[in-house]
C-alpha cells in the first residue's frame, strides 16, 4: 500500500461484491499476506493491483511483482478468471479461477514451469458448498490438486479451497506464484473481518481485528495499535514505536470522521458524533509507517 486512499477504500468492495470471481483493479482490493520462512517470521507484505493495460483485445489489472513472485495480468471473463505471465500476446493465457465447475469437473490451472510435457497443474472439484464471508453469501469449491500433471493418474493430490469472489484460501494469487512450491506452506487466509478486509497469514492465534497494516507487530511484547470510542470521545492505544503522526477515522463507505495530528500522549480525541457501525482507524506517522485497526463503535 502506498497511498491513504487504497487503505481507506478496501473496506468497500468485499462488502458490495457482485459475485465475480475475483476482485479487479476497480474494485481496489488489498491484501496483507504475512510470510514465515521455515517456520521464522518474516513479515508482512502487501499485494494490490497496480493498474489496468489494454492488450491483446482484453483490459487486465496488472498484479506487480512481489516477494513470491513476477508480475502477473489479471482479467474476468464470465465466471473464469483468467491470466498472463507477460504483455506478449503469442504467450499463453492461464486460468486462475473458473466457478462454472461442478463437482466431479477438471480443469487446468496456473503455471508450473519446470513440469513436463505440460506447464499447468490439474484440480478436481470434489465439493461446492456456500458461507458467508463479511456478510456476503459466497460459493466454496473444494479442490484436489495435482501440482505437476504428467497425463497419467496420481495418487497424491493436495487440497485446496476457492472462495467465490476471494481467491484461493492459500494465497490470492496461488496460480500465478504458489503453486510449484505451495509458498512454502507458510500462508493462508485466515478470516475476512468485519469490515471486508482479506487477510492472509498464519500467525499463532490471529484475530480477524488485529493490525495488518504494513508494521503488523510479530513482537507479542510490543503494544498493537487499538481504539474504542464512547459516543464523540475516540481513545486510541498506541503502537510503542510511534512518536507523532496524523489520525484518521472512516467507515466501510470510506467517509472520513477524523483526522488529526496527533501525539503519542495524546490518546483521547473528539471527534463529531460516530455512527453505530464497524470503523477503521488509520495510523501514519512521519517515516511514512502505517497502522490499521478496526471496531465496533456502539453509541
Avoid at 253 to 264: A, D, H, L, P
Amino acid at each position: 500500500m502506498k497511498v491513504l486512499s487504497s487503505l481507506v477504500v478496501i473496506v468497500a468492495p468485499f462488502l458490495a461484491h457482485g459475485q465475480q470471481p475475483f476482485p479487479t483493479y476497480a474494485d481496489e482490493g488489498l491484501w496483507s499476506v504475512y510470510r514465515a520462512i521455515m517456520g521464522v517470521p518474516y513479515g508482512t507484505e502487501v499485494i494490490q493491483f497496480s493498474g489496468t493495460t489494454e492488450m491483446c483485445g482484453h483490459t487486465y489489472a496488472i498484479m506487480p511483482s512481489t516477494f513470491a513472485g513476477g508480475w502477473g495480468y489479471f482479467r474476468n471473463e464470465g465466471q473464469r478468471t483468467l491470466f498472463r505471465r507477460t504483455p506478449d500476446c503469442m504467450d499463453r493465457e492461464y486460468l486462475a479461477y473458473d466457478y462454472s465447475l461442478a463437482v466431479g469437473d477438471t480443469a487446468y490451472v496456473g503455471i508450473v514451469p519446470t513440469c513436463s510435457p505440460f506447464d499447468t497443474a490439474m484440480v478436481i472439484v470434489s465439493t461446492i458448498s456456500s458461507d458467508v464471508y463479511s456478510g456476503v453469501e459466497r460459493r466454496k469449491f473444494n479442490l484436489i490438486l495435482d501440482w505437476c500433471y504428467s497425463g497419467e493418474p496420481e495418487h497424491f493430490f493436495h487440497p485446496i479451497e476457492w472462495i467465490e469472489g476471494v481467491g484461493c484460501t492459500l494465497h490470492p494469487f496461488y496460480s500465478l506464484q504458489c503453486i510449484v512450491d505451495n509458498c512454502e506452506q507458510f500462508t493462508n487466509l485466515s478470516c475476512y473481518d468485519s469490515s471486508g478486509v482479506a487477510l492472509y497469514r498464519v500467525v499463532p492465534n490471529a484475530t480477524c481485528h488485529q493490525n495488518i497494516g504494513l508494521d503488523e507487530v510479530a513482537n507479542e511484547n510490543q503494544a498493537p495499535f487499538t481504539v474504542n470510542s464512547t459516543n464523540d470521545l475516540v481513545q486510541a492505544h498506541y503502537p510503542a514505536n510511534f512518536t507523532h503522526g496524523v489520525f484518521r477515522v472512516f467507515d466501510v463507505t470510506g467517509r472520513e470522521y477524523v483526522s488529526i495530528r496527533v501525539t503519542s500522549s495524546q490518546t483521547t480525541i473528539r471527534s463529531i458524533a460516530l455512527p453505530s457501525a464497524v470503523l477503521l482507524a488509520v495510523l501514519t506517522d512521519d517515516q511514512e509507517r502505517r497502522w490499521t485497526t478496526r471496531w465496533l463503535n456502539t453509541p
